[in-house]
């Protein structure tokens, strides 16, 4: 099924917005099967932009994103959707005027008939979608529009899922539990990658993370190791929660 | 030979009044949509409130000239404070409705057979003293040219022609100089503030309603002062204050620059001039045997400007003197 | 019952305040108290009603009954540009940058200059000492928040977290009494979370009152003088950041069993010793 080397992977990538303006200068990371790999960094750093220019809504000027090997770098998202990518943006992330329902089968317009089959493995991974299903997307909160999102991309199977700051907007309560979620989402064979302000948070629950700064890939390591990483704690964790940092 | 012909034409056309009341009335557009964000298309609205204001108050009222200008302003205020009431606390789209339906109901009233004996109907209200209807005398007992043949360069004017272009151009000049001050004052960054986002605006304490109003009016009360000058050269007719005369306004702004201080000039000289380069063109084509000799070719000039305008858009929106980074944001 | 304790000197007191959409009740608080001279954190889950309150309070909305005083002066009704003349400075949960113009711009209409008015804006000299000042001011403010390199781009140009530091220190040129944050940390690095919080905690020594909307807990125990709880449009909780925060109807409502514990103690637990 899956080739020899690491499912999604990307060398050395250079893309930004504007013309002559590169956010990502440099930045190389990978992501296996069953993987959960983090993204972490200060503001401006690159972090949404390299999962945009992925996902091909940002050009990539040099560099390369290989999926399962293949060089998919700057190919129309459409087009990466059917080959097994997924992502959920950080904001307008539903379509709020239609309903949950709706929204989830824009998740399988690619293959209609295989809908009510994928709402039952969504809705057992997200139990919460299924009161939420005749309601409009517009009328929920963040959180729930969240897991709206995050549905619709499950429902289009994908072997990569780029998530972008899944916790923005959620309350304590709801973050572990997103978190402990996308923990669980992993091992359906998904490779999961998620950019995350929550730094701490997202070490927490990641098998290996990467750290980004100005573009490039700065740090990277298990999420264990990063916690306990003083150069990483001193720039990029900070003090605040230090505290609940367990032995390793 | 015919080109230079064409080129010489057109550099006439730039000295002339017309292509300074369109910059004129360029400029109100720009502070209305460039610098404040307001959807007017109804521009042509306020250049006729200005022209029709002007006229009347001389010809039908008689009143001297100084106070037909303040009447016409007066006017063109109050136009910009009725459409502004209903409209400014909308979203910019009621405002772009309104303004359309507003020139409209000014250009059909002007127009209509009923109130002919006041505006002349679809005739109009044409500048000839010796008819009566004088509307001009008044600038021309300052003209230092005389009215005999003057000669500059390659170019021939009539010294009234003539005082009337260095008058229009100097008021153009002079209105540019205030717009300038105006739009480096903390007052012109509020306009640009209400462009951006009214609501983080209103969090800090500005009064958006007030700044929209205050900008609608001040980009109106231009329009009229370009009414005024544009009818100076020959006559007041409804037709010219048409729709028409809107998007040509919008391609000028646009083609100069949006929000830029020389951007309304420099779309109106690039814009006449080309207009008159392409008639010369088609009538080039047609005496060539090229384009087939119909009675409105010349109308096809407007063609082009719809479409120049929309490769401008597609192509170039930032204009000739607009920022690219600036139009890049609005990408997303 | 819940535990609800109302403040000393409270700078903004609001009674009654309703705001329903539909069929949904967004606000349907009874009272509810800022005091004077501290920091005040407004937490609860998504749909808890805080920032249709905040709406309500600043005129952004508005409300369908209630009454608040600020500083003793009634303010249901007033108008939004009004209400922030008046001192209650709000900044927004999606950030609102004057995308096209400069981070110096943005500052520079954050604080209201003479200049400001049409009648003044012609002649230079009325307004120019005024906003040389404003520039100083603008100019120390980005220092401390590190945007001082920033200073003469496009605010449009700039990062989420970026975004939000800006909109923090124009709603302090606008020289707030009682400062409104919503979600003011939300994108901000970590790194920069703390230094951030100094200068919050400052406020209200140099006479700025602050309430501020928050998720991230470590930040409401370290700057928090007090905290309000509101879930499904109530209040629920009021009081000092221990007490409260240790209440079990909070940490049910919103605060999750886990939301002090490393989550990879759950993590191993859930997925025993297979890694």
Known sequence: MMGNGPHLEVVDLVAGYLPGIDILRGCSITADDRELVGIIGPNGAGKSTLLKAIFGLVPVRSGSVLLSGKEVANQQADRLVAQGMAFVPQSDNVFAPLTVRENLQLGTHLNRSLFDQRLQKVEAMLPELTEMLGARAGALSGGQRQLVAMGRALMSEPSVLLLDEPSAGLSPARQDEAFLRIREIRTAGVCVVIVEQNARRCLQICDRAYVLDQGRDAYHGTGEDLIHDPKVVELYLGDLGASEDGAA | MALIDALLAAGQQILSPVTAAFALAAIGLNIHYGYTGLINFGQAGFVAVGAYGFALSVVWLGLPTWVAILIAFGAAALFAVLLGIPTLRLRGDYLAIVTIAAAEIVRYTVNSALFDDVTGGAQGITNNPSQGSDYSTWLDQFNPFGEGRIELGPWVFTGTSLWWALVTWVIVGLVTLLVWLLMRSPWGLTLRGVREDQEAMASLGKNVGAIKMQALVLGGVIGAMAGILYVLPAAVSPIDFNSRMTFNLFTIVLLGGAATIFGPILGSILFWAVLVLSEAAITWLVDIGVLAAVADAPQLRFALVGLALALLIVFRPQGILGNRKEMSFDRS | ?275
Request: charged letters at 25%.
């Open chain 3, 1 to 275: 019952m819940t535990a609800v304790r109302h403040a000393e000197d409270p700078i903004l007191v609001a009674e009654g305040v309703h705001r329903h959409f539909g069929g949904v009740t967004a606000v349907d608080v009874e009272r509810i108290e800022v005091p004077r001279g501290q920091i005040t954190a407004l937490i609860g889950p998504n749909g808890a009603g805080k920032t249709t309150l905040f709406n309500c309070l600043t005129g952004f909305d508005a409300a369908d009954a209630g009454t608040w005083t600020f500083d003793g002066r009634a303010m249901a009704g007033l108008v939004r540009h009004k209400v922030a003349r008046a001192g209650m400075v709000r900044t927004f949960q999606l950030t609102r940058v004057l995308g096209k113009l400069t981070v110096m711009e943005n500052m520079l209409l954050g604080a209201a200059q003479p200049g400001e008015k049409f009648s003044r804006a012609l002649v230079k000299p009325w307004w120019k000492a005024a906003r040389e000042s404003e520039i100083q001011h603008a100019e120390e403010l980005l220092v401390r928040f590190k945007l001082d390199a920033k200073r003469d781009d496009y605010a449009a140009s700039l990062s989420g977290g970026q975004r939000k530091l800006l909109e923090m220190a124009r709603a302090l040129m606008a020289r707030p009494r009682l400062l409104m944050l919503d979600e003011p940390m939300a994108g901000v690095n970590p790194a920069l979370v703390q230094s951030l919080l100094d200068h919050i905690a400052e406020l209200p020594s140099q006479g700025v009152s602050v309430v501020f909307v928050e998720h991230d807990m470590h930040v409401v125990k370290t700057i928090a003088d007090w905290v309000v709880v509101m879930a499904e449009g109530k209040v629920v909780a009021e009081g000092e950041p221990g007490p409260t925060l240790a209440n079990p109807a909070v940490i049910d409502a919103y605060l999750g069993a886990h939301h002090d514990v490393d989550l990879r103690a759950i993590i191993r637990e859930r997925e025993g010793s297979a890694s």
